[in-house]
């Protein structure tokens, strides 16, 4: 008989409300996907690479050379305060930041070693550590900033057992957003404790108001100890594709690889070629630097559109995700109350205990607002007012 190693662990609540959406026929701003494709060009680049002779077979471990050199440049025009990353030892393509966040963990975590994790957090994270032997500490974030309390965070480590240290920003779900504090506290307490640091930079160019995003990779203090991981499926809103990246000092990439190439080896051919066509073809990063204010511009719809409601929306400077209160509407716990907002409103969302390995309940569900502005329209109408009979 198996006994399971994580018994406690079903399907993700992103997979469950995605199901009930579609059995209700709720619109889904439950889990954190568009409804609309990635840009003509990229397509077209796709169906070129993937009728191409020789784009049929494995391509190399770390990735396609050309990628690789395209995000390395990348990262020089778009951080030009750090050192521009070598594309041989410290870039690798990977099968999305779901495998790096995993690749990573087995990299660096042996039984035993703590690994510190900002609450709420993406499910995968406790999982995917205890995986590994390695023991999760917890640290909630304070609400309504979500900002990390580094005092606490600091309480929270153990020295000579605290391995690595996880950080989310832009923030899934909240959409906090880290400042020059924030990395200066979180790279003093590395350096103290000799922690690693696993740097989940997937929204990196959402944020907004005008404020600069900010990566690990910048920091000189932070740079030689951190994995700093982003994604293609966000950018380029392909989720379906699965491909993202990660920035490392060589031997932190080296031990990466190590792993890597024995849960997935390589992503697939025609959709590296695809990437690299997209970002040898924008030698300015337009698409890039036009995201946040792509999506600021959905952010500030969708609040727009439940304004004067009875809903407690609280702010979001980053990602894009639209945290809300509803205790106006209701006294359940916030599963429940999600469930019955499928059934009742028409509109699937995340309840936010789902990102809280004990199940805390803070009162609050997770609109996705990465949709079309009809969809955003349409869900908020229905949003707007008095909550319907059920």
């Excluded at 640290?139 to 391995?163: E, H, I, K, Q, S």
Aim: negative net charge; hydrophobic residues 45%.
């Amino acid at each position: 008989m198996l006994l399971s190693k994580i018994p406690e662990v079903g399907v993700s609540i992103f997979s469950q409300m995605t199901a009930l959406a579609q059995q209700t026929g709720a619109l889904n701003l439950a889990q954190g996907f568009p409804d609309y494709d990635p840009p003509l060009g990229l397509r077209e680049a796709l169906a070129r690479h993937a009728l191409a002779p020789g784009s049929h077979q494995y391509a190399p471990m770390p990735g396609l050379p050309r990628l690789r050199q395209a995000i390395a440049a990348q990262v020089g025009r778009l951080q030009p305060d750090a050192p521009t990353p070598d594309p041989d030892t410290e870039v690798t393509i990977l099968a999305g930041a779901t495998e790096g966040l995993y690749a990573v963990l087995a990299a660096a975590v042996r039984p035993g070693d703590e690994v510190v994790i900002l609450e709420p957090a993406y499910d995968l994270y406790g999982p995917a550590v205890r995986l590994q032997g390695g023991v999760p500490r917890y640290v909630r974030l304070p609400a309504p900033t979500f900002r990390p309390d580094w005092a606490a965070v600091r309480a929270a480590c153990t020295p000579g057992r605290t391995r690595l240290i996880m950080v989310n920003s832009p923030h899934n779900p909240s959409g906090a957003v880290f400042d020059q504090a924030d990395w200066e506290a979180l790279a003093t307490l590395a350096e103290e404790l000799d922690a690693l640091v696993l740097a989940d930079e997937v929204y990196a160019p959402l944020v907004y108001d005008g404020v600069a995003p900010l990566s690990a990779w910048q920091h000189p203090r932070l740079r030689p100890r951190s994995f700093v991981l982003s994604s293609f499926g966000k950018t380029y809103h392909a989720t379906g594709w699965k491909v993202g990246y990660c920035l490392a000092p060589a031997p932190l990439t080296a031990e990466l690889r190590r792993v890597h190439q024995f849960v997935t080896f390589a992503v697939n051919m025609p959709t590296q070629h695809a990437l690299a066509d997209a970002l040898e073809a924008d030698p300015t990063d337009a698409h890039w630097r036009g995201l946040a204010s792509f999506y600021q511009a959905k952010r500030d719809a969708f609040r727009a559109g439940l304004a004067g409601s009875a809903w407690d929306l609280l702010p979001v400077p980053g990602g894009y995700f639209q945290l809300a209160g509803y205790a106006a509407f209701s006294e359940a716990g916030d599963l429940a109350f999600a469930q019955d907002m499928a059934q009742t409103w028409g509109v699937a969302v995340v309840p936010v205990s789902a990102f809280y390995h004990d199940g805390y309940d803070p009162g609050l569900v997770r609109f996705c607002f990465a949709k079309e502005l009809p969809t955003l329209v349409a869900a908020t109408a229905r949003l707007h007012g008095p909550r319907p009979a059920p």
